[in-house]
């Protein structure tokens, strides 16, 4: 079937439409796509493509003319508007023409008007069509992968969304549960008011940005919870308490917010960052250090707030901010690889910023570094408990204060 390329009966060519006749004509003419495959693709990417649910209604009805399954290179469909209203379920004429034009705006579909506007078809000798005048879709052949991507990246974007909604809606809960419980006991501490409940309306990125703030809260109520549970156990030595954290609750440091954890049980390869692997507390040992989580770490290491510009929302971010404050450190290079290939990204960085906690009490922080990777080969090193011990400091300093301006 020949088609003619014209500009809109009544009405101006733009650039884009344009654009979009240039790529149809390039498209290989073997090229085929699934007409309901790829309009589920545009109504789960709809949003994005910026075309409502009236307009997809109207496509459908477009795709009712197309015979078989499949769309081929320059299918031309030419119902009159009466007809496709008819097949759009009676959708009033300015609605249907508003809509058709959104269509065409979008790069979805070419006008082929023909002299007088009117839509028809053509046969030649052979009884076949020869030329049409109507609505070309061929952009939907052309562009069907593009669309299939984009409603997936769309229904994975609407799962994230789900479920960082739900992760604050958790940690919102046990945060609650946490200060509750240190009210009830009379525990001297002093927290940030814990956020409201996001909107209905909210967007991932103040679902994330929510969830980041309250595991920080978290990670502070739950270290005033474990001060609290060690002033109930006074008989206990400072190793007894720790190991009745490490052991009696193993996961008193772990957030809801990252999904990616630190190595704290020894030697490990260089995994992914958000892969299982970096899960701790796989370690058969009794006496395994606790599993460590971002906002534990951030919570534990306040003076990195100082070398970032930005938050540090995942493992990724930490890595970044380590690698940014180990020049002034003078952790050389090779003491960082050193580190890295001894603990992995995750752990060494968890190292380096506890190192920035404590310089001033650390004389030589590269050759400390090395010192640490040399034990973590061994297993004899891990940083879960240098972040607990950083945590409680600053509990006790803490509540020094409060008694103190109580």
């Not at 197309?66 to 290179?73: A, H, I, P, R, S």
């Not at 007809?83 to 300015?94: D, E, F, I, V, W």
């Not at 023909?114 to 109507?134: E, H, Q, V």
């Not at 930490?318 to 995750?346: K, Q, T």
Request: net charge neutral; with cysteine.
């Amino acid at each position: 079937m020949n088609h003619i390329s014209s500009a809109p009966f009544g009405g101006r060519l733009t650039v884009a439409q344009a654009v979009v006749q240039a790529t149809a004509v390039a498209c290989p003419q073997e090229a085929k796509a699934s007409k309901w495959a790829v309009l589920r693709s545009i109504s789960d990417a709809r949003t994005r493509l910026g075309v409502s649910d009236r307009a997809v209604a109207v496509l459908h009805a477009m795709l009712s003319f197309v015979q078989g399954d499949e769309l081929k290179v320059g299918e031309v469909v030419f119902p009159s508007n009466a007809t496709l209203s008819a097949r759009a379920h009676g959708m009033a004429a300015p609605t249907l023409r508003r809509h058709i034009a959104q269509l065409v705006e979008r790069g979805l579909i070419i006008r082929r008007d023909s002299p007088n506007g009117k839509r028809y078809a053509r046969k030649g000798d052979d009884g076949t069509i020869a030329l049409a005048f109507g609505f070309e879709l061929t952009p939907l052949v052309v562009r069907a992968t593009e669309l299939e991507r984009m409603a997936a990246e769309m229904a994975r974007d609407r799962r994230l969304l789900k479920e960082t909604r739900e992760k604050v809606t958790l940690l919102r809960r046990d945060i609650v549960g946490t200060i509750e419980c240190l009210v009830n006991e009379g525990a001297a501490v002093t927290l940030q008011p814990v956020p409201s409940a996001p909107s209905r309306t909210a967007s991932l990125a103040e679902l994330e940005d929510l969830a980041f703030d309250l595991g920080m809260l978290k990670a502070e109520a739950d270290k005033a919870l474990a001060v609290l549970v060690n002033s109930k156990n006074p008989s206990g030595n400072e190793t007894h308490s720790e190991r009745h954290i490490q052991d009696s609750n193993p996961q008193f440091l772990e957030s809801e917010l990252p999904q990616e954890k630190v190595q704290a049980t020894g030697p490990e390869t260089k995994p992914e960052m958000n892969e299982p692997s970096l899960t701790a507390g796989q370690s058969s040992h009794p006496n395994a250090p606790p599993r460590i989580d971002l906002p534990a770490v951030l919570a534990a290491c306040p003076n990195l707030r100082d070398w970032t510009t930005g938050k540090v929302r995942s493992w990724e971010d930490l890595v970044r901010a380590a690698e940014a404050v180990r020049p002034a450190l003078g952790i050389s290079p090779d003491a960082w690889e050193e580190a890295v290939g001894s603990m992995g990204e995750s752990g060494a960085a968890v190292t380096v910023v506890t190192i920035l906690q404590r310089a001033e009490s650390i004389a030589s922080p590269g050759g400390y570094l090395r010192s640490l990777s040399s034990k973590a080969r061994s297993g004899q090193f891990s940083p879960g408990p240098i972040v607990v011990s950083l945590l409680r400091q600053r509990a006790k300093a803490q509540m020094a204060y409060d008694g103190y301006h109580a």
